[in-house]
């Protein structure tokens, strides 16, 4: 069998959507061992409040409950959640149960377990707590800053300056299955099986480890089946520490599950971003630098989704010449839940600040923003770029033809025609540059079996990426196997040592690459035995699923069984060390604007991309539509809302809007080009946010456009862009006569 690429760059359909879509799945809440227990947790129910008493005693008494405890009372070893960063220890760590005072509306004060679930949540409504309400508050924390060349002293020398205030709302990770979690402690093993509804199985582990004082090996956590995640459901959460201590305080399964309602006021939110932003050019449109403040909140404690302050930074570069940049980047709490990274993980911020800046600036000259940016972007004979910022490199893409291919696409020049004839549509443009990866190393494990089967271990925690089919595509074509043979496992911590969440586009990058040098790695060790028992060079040897024989001597052979006895295994770790893979794209969209209603219809949307070398362009496909959908929900439907004394109002569906088949009539239309990586050894790139980052700047440009072309000298300074904002919009602002 030849070891060319048979499956790299196949369309394949996805091997894991068949379980799935005949109702097969194993999602954590789909556990019912017997003698299960169920937990409900009592919430603050306000958004900031101190003087926390708990008295439980009418929930003990209540039919079917087993216990109910409050902080300090889970025999935890540690009662606060794990440091995200240890180096730099937080004033204010989460606890696991609020003690003392609690700090936003989801804050737990109180868990109840009970016989069945309707009798877990029926007790917790007996649970009484007491509360001082405090004022809301929002306390700023030491911001960063971000700078390439002179900054602030560049932007003052340029002759034309822009200043904008722009906002991006909070948004929610509002995946389809809720948070849940099955703990189970096995007494006569001293140890924990936990499954639940993570990113990352080493990561839950290492909690809870930490939490409850055990050992590594005292911990499987697993993760099989997840209804999505977005990254809001990567990490840990108090609910499965909660669970994992209850079950081995009463030693029986224990069982956790949020409502909707719950789900929402808990997890993980993000963007929730202010921008005070001033580009900076000479009087042809030159770019001279960008400065300005982001400031955006974290929520009630530091999560593992507060150090988003590097990809809004550095996404504010896009794809352009930035001879200056002077950036602070300043986060600030407030009494909501901790920020998660959630799909973008702040690229989506710095993108939208620089993309509709280079609109404004396109505006004050008087110049098409398009032509604006076919003046700035960085040429292909540039590459690899320095940026000047953090030592961050671009490897490679040609900027300006996923421009022209994107907007003779889109029909730009048709879309002024119409214009000019009175037509209410608009054509905005945001080009975008996304780091992929996140730099960690990624170990992957692979073992050849003497039935020919070869099964594949990883630690990256697939809800939804297609990791059984992309690395199964890699390893086939790395051993020279057949596709059918390879099984791949992935979302069991005892899989392989130690892997990070999934998340910043980083599986096809960096799972793929590990795969591909352990399956490389079985291959040779296969020709190794081979050239042992057959006494032959490596060069004459043909290896596959039969087992090994000489080129050209057909007596010549050895079986598999043979080569690999009782198993062989190869294993094998890719680090980038911190170099990541900077996809690039160029978006389109043409909009139609009622002005009657404030109604945005999507006419077409066009997203040229280079996402390095396909590992299968069918699920590639599948990634830009579904991260497309995702960030047209950012840019026109999406917003967590909060009422002046810091209630939340958007907890469920019913009050927070996501797209649905009506807004997605308007299919993307994608063109797909290929530069390779020379960060890595495939060439790979990662896709899976490269659809949502530039699509609010792409929609506001667009929306904007439409609006200055009917003559409303207006900025679209803020997404969500409703048709009530839209509205009011239009009947602020001035208007001008059109000729």
């Known amino acids: 069998m030849s070891i060319e690429s048979r499956y790299i760059g196949r369309s394949m359909k996805r091997r894991e959507d068949p379980p799935l879509i005949q109702g097969q799945g194993r999602y954590a809440a789909d556990n019912h061992a017997p003698g299960t227990v169920h937990l409900a ?19 003990l008494a209540m039919p079917g409950v087993v216990g109910a405890w409050a902080m300090g009372q889970l025999g935890l070893a540690d ?46 409504d007996a649970i009484e707590v007491e509360l001082n309400p405090i004022s809301q508050t929002e306390s700023s924390l030491p911001g960063q800053s971000f700078r390439i060349g002179d900054g602030a002293a560049a932007i003052e020398r340029a002759p034309i300056k822009v200043r904008q205030h722009l906002s991006m709302a909070r948004i929610e990770g509002a995946a389809m299955e809720p948070r849940a979690a099955f703990a ?60 994992a201590a209850i079950s081995r305080l009463l030693k029986r399964p224990v069982r956790w599950v949020a409502s909707r309602s719950e789900d929402g006021h808990t997890t993980g939110q993000a963007h929730g971003a202010d921008l005070d932003l001033e580009i900076a050019s000479d009087e042809a449109g030159r770019l001279a630098g960008l400065r300005g403040k982001l400031a955006w909140t974290i929520g009630a404690y530091v999560g593992r989704g507060g150090f988003q302050d590097g990809s809004m930074a550095s996404h504010a570069m896009s794809a352009y010449r930035m001879p200056a940049l002077d950036l602070e980047v300043a986060p600030r709490h407030s009494d909501t839940p901790p920020t998660a990274f959630i799909r973008g993980g702040g690229r989506p911020v710095g993108n939208f600040g620089i993309e509709r800046m280079i609109d404004r600036l396109a505006r004050r000259l008087g110049m098409d923003p398009i032509e604006l940016r076919r003046r700035n972007l960085i040429q292909p004979a540039e590459m690899p770029y320095a940026t000047g910022l953090n030592e961050i490199v671009y490897d490679g893409g040609d900027y300006p033809r996923l421009l022209e291919l994107a907007i003779e ?38 073992a050849v079996r003497a039935d020919g089967t070869v099964l594949v271990f990883v630690g990256s925690t697939p809800q939804g990426q297609g990791h059984e089919t992309f690395v199964a595509q890699v390893v086939a074509d790395r051993l020279g196997w057949p ?7 992935a979302g069991d911590s005892r899989d392989v040592a130690f892997s990070f969440v999934t998340a910043g586009s980083r599986s096809a990058l960096e799972v793929g690459n590990s795969a591909s040098m352990s399956a490389v790695s079985a291959r040779r060790m296969l020709l190794d035995r081979a050239t042992e028992k057959l006494e032959a060079a490596s060069d004459d040897i043909v290896v596959g699923v039969d087992g090994a024989g000489v080129r050209g001597v057909p007596e010549r052979r050895v079986s598999l069984q043979e080569l690999v006895a009782d198993g062989l295994e190869a294993s094998a770790v890719w680090d980038s060390k911190g170099k990541n893979a900077w996809a690039s794209s160029c978006h389109v969209a043409v909009v139609r604007i009622d002005a009657e209603t404030g109604g945005v219809d999507i006419e077409r949307y066009v997203i040229a991309h280079d996402s390095g070398r396909p590992i299968n362009p069918m699920t590639l496909e599948g990634q830009l539509h579904g991260g497309y959908a995702h960030g047209l929900g950012y840019a026109l439907f999406e917003e967590a809302l909060y009422s002046p ?70 900025a679209v300074d803020s997404v969500p862009v409703t048709p009530m904002k839209l509205w009011n919009l239009m009947r602020s602002g001035s208007r001008r006569e059109i000729s």
């Open 79 to 124: 009662d606060y959640m794990p440091d995200p960063n240890p180096q730099q220890p937080l004033p204010i760590r989460r606890p696991v149960l609020a003690t003392g005072e609690v700090r936003f509306e989801g804050d737990a004060v109180a868990v109840v377990a009970a016989e069945s679930d309707y009798q877990a949540h029926d007790a917790v």
């Open 409 to 446: 696409r889109a029909g730009a020049n048709s879309i002024r025609e119409r214009q000019r004839s009175a037509e209410p549509v608009g054509i905005g443009v945001a080009m975008c540059v996304e780091s992929t990866g996140i730099g960690m190393p990624e170990p992957s494990r692979v």
């Open 184 to 243: 189970d402690w096995k007494d006569d093993e001293q140890r924990l099986y936990i499954r639940a509804t993570v990113g990352g199985v080493h990561v839950l582990r290492d909690t809870l480890c930490r939490c409850l004082g055990l050992e590594r090996s005292q911990v499987i956590a697993l993760a099989e089946d997840v209804g999505g995640s977005f990254g809001a459901k990567n990490h840990p959460y108090p609910e499965y520490i909660m669970a």
């Open 41 to 59: 947790v009592r919430r603050a129910g306000v958004p900031r409040g101190d003087g926390l008493k708990v008295e439980f005693s009418a929930a």
């Open 483 to 489: 596709i059918e043979k390879i099984e791949v496992h």
């Open 645 to 714: 004394d810091g209630n939340f109002q958007s907890p469920s569906f019913l009050d927070y809007t996501i797209v649905s088949a009506p807004e997605l009539r308007a299919e993307p239309e994608l063109i797909h080009t290929e530069t390779p990586s020379s960060h890595n050894p495939e060439g790979f790139r990662g896709a899976g946010e490269a659809g949502t980052i530039a699509v609010p700047a792409a929609i506001a440009n667009a929306i904007e456009d439409a609006l200055y072309a009917m003559g409303y000298e207006v």
